[in-house]
């Protein structure tokens, strides 16, 4: 008899997913990918529709479009697992699997810092990244202060990239000189996972573009008068952008597959739990690194997982053996440093210690990453 195999989350993870399993599933298997969200967002166009170089429709596709893949796709919300009977508890009713993949990604908070909600810009979200790509339209002179609340959270290259647009931006506009640029992290260095030189290189970037870097910084609470508030002193801003708060979904958080911090615990190299057939990919896995640093969260981990652990049960299921394995390595990444540049970015994240490259910026890494949008976004829907 055909099985059910059931994708929680229609993000980066559970849309590869359901494209590789639509592929390479042997024929009479059923997939159903849930999601409270009608629409996938590719989060990392998020920074170049801040400046102004995309609209939402370029970076948003209905996940119904799923459906021409043969799949079955239902919005609601997930409340609960029951890892005993097989079943996801949703605001539609209870779903049965025979597989599970779970990618609900993280959730995030913007409340867990007084005043972030209400006087800092969520660049993660669309609606205030939108928001935010008014505001900064009509600045011409004052201080940004970007802040990041807390460890882990996805997409480690973003503040850094929207920070370094915002340079270019405004150097395009020719008001550069009079706006302010201060990024400030609780990491000690940029990438505190990366080899030391790799924080040097980023830092000289981060220089020579003006921006000024704050590390092992706090950020205590914002104000209405758009003052942050730090472990030590105080910033005036004209325009407050914050990272928002990341953390485990809440219908996960206290189920028998979270670490004691709430992320998944998985198997670092087939991303399956400890229930059988039930698989945790992208965000909202928890792996340390040799360094005791989180895996990064970022999209092309998210990515390579769901690869192998659909590669695999398609193996598993044609009576075959799991031949596939995340290793914890990307090539081809890219960080965007300006419109039309950036520096490409390679990872080895299970390499003891982890290892990892950034070059010097150049047109090609900003190629890659527009034509790698464009592969997203047409290939898989
Ligand atoms: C601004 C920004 C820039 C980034 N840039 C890069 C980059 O350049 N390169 C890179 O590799 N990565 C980047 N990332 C990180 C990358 O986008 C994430 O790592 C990736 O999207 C994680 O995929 P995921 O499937 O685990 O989670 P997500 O993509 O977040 O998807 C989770 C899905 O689950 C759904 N969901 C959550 N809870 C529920 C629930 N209870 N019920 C129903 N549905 C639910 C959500 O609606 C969402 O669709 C960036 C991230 C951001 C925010």
């Not at 911090?261 to 059988?276: A, C, I, K, Y």
């Not at 999209?299 to 995340?326: C, I, M, T, W």
């Not at 210690?353 to 829907?381: D, G, H, R």
Request: charged letters at 20%.
């Amino acid at each position: 008899m055909g099985k059910t195999i059931l994708i929680l989350g229609g993000g980066t993870a559970g849309v590869a997913a359901a494209n590789v399993l639509a592929d390479v599933l042997p024929p009479g298997n059923q997939v159903v990918l849930v999601d409270r969200s009608p629409v996938h967002l590719f989060l990392a166009s998020l920074p170049l529709l801040i400046v102004g170089r995309r609209r939402p429709a370029q970076l948003t596709r209905e996940l119904s479009l799923l459906e021409g893949r043969g799949l079955k796709f239902i919005q609601t919300e997930v409340q609960s697992l029951d890892l005993v009977g097989r079943a996801v508890l949703t605001q539609a009713g209870p779903l049965t699997y025979d597989f599970l993949f779970i990618a609900l990604g993280a959730e995030r908070r913007t409340d867990q810092i007084p005043g972030q909600k209400e006087w800092a810009f969520n660049p993660f979200d669309l609606q205030e990244a939108q928001e935010l790509a008014a505001r900064i339209a009509r600045l011409h002179r004052g201080r940004i202060v970007l802040f990041v609340p807390s460890l882990p959270f996805t997409g480690e290259v973003a503040p850094y990239e929207i920070m370094l647009l915002l340079h270019d931006y405004f150097r395009r506009r020719g008001v550069r000189s009079q706006v302010e640029l201060v990024l400030i992290t609780p990491e000690e260095r940029p990438f505190s996972f990366a080899p030391q030189k790799i924080s040097s290189h980023m830092e000289q970037l981060l220089g020579r573009a003006g921006i000024t870097l704050l590390t092992g910084r706090r950020v205590h609470s914002v104000n209405k008068a758009g003052e942050v508030l730090l472990d030590q002193g105080r910033l005036a801003a004209d325009v407050v952008v914050a990272i928002p708060h990341h953390q485990a979904p809440a219908c996960l958080r206290s189920s028998p597959l979270a670490g004691p911090e709430g992320w998944l615990d998985v198997d670092r190299h087939s991303l399956e739990t400890r229930f059988p057939g039930v698989y945790a990919l992208g965000d909202v896995v928890g792996l340390r690194l040799s360094t005791g640093h989180w895996l990064p969260k970022v999209g092309f981990f998210a990515h390579y997982q769901a690869e192998v652990a659909a590669r695999n049960l398609a193996l598993q299921l044609s009576g075959r053996d799991p031949a596939f394995k995340f290793l914890g390595g990307a090539a081809g990444a890219s960080m965007l440093t300006a419109f039309r540049r950036g520096c490409f970015v390679s990872l080895g994240a299970y390499s003891a210690p982890p290892t990892m490259t950034v070059s010097n910026p150049n047109p090609w890494a900003y190629l890659v990453k527009t034509i790698f949008e464009k592969y997203w976004l047409t290939a898989w829907f």
